[in-house]
């Protein structure tokens, strides 16, 4: 039986375009370690692996971008996939990003939403950091 939460979850397309939208608020909260928009969009029990393996739960990585911000030159998306599986949405995509101190890289990132409490909210976020390529 479906959890009573997502039963009523948004048609596919309404869910790809309202995902879409949070994901490039969720880009732009990265850009400015903003706390409190990932406090207001992420599940109570939301777990996140940063590309460094280290698992944290909500509190933790809210205290890590307040305690620990990354100050970035420039941070973009390319290659997003957005796909919808009913209740749960699932974004993955690469983002280079350069930081103030000139450290660059890209990322590679799967954020899982789910329709909790009449809204879309991350359950889990995954960034890999992607190895050097001599070409790029």
Not at 38 to 51: P, R
Not at 95 to 111: F, I, K, N, Q
Request: zero cysteines; a negative charge.
């Amino acid at each position: 039986m479906p959890h009573p939460d997502t039963a009523q979850a948004p048609a596919a397309a309404d869910a790809r375009s309202a995902v879409t939208a949070l994901n490039r608020q969720y880009i732009e909260a990265v850009r400015r370690n903003d706390a409190a928009w990932f406090g207001e969009h992420m599940a109570g029990d939301a777990l996140i692996v940063l590309g460094s393996g280290v698992r944290l739960g909500k509190a933790d990585f809210l205290a890590t971008l307040e305690a620990e911000p990354k100050r970035f030159r420039s941070l973009t998306v390319r290659d997003v996939t957005v796909r919808v599986f009913g209740p749960a949405v699932q974004v993955d995509a690469d983002a280079p990003w350069e930081l103030a101190d000139g450290t660059a890289g890209v990322s590679r990132y799967v954020d899982t939403y789910l329709w909790l409490d009449g809204r879309w909210q991350v359950i889990s976020a995954q960034v890999t950091w992607l190895p050097q390529r001599a070409d790029a």
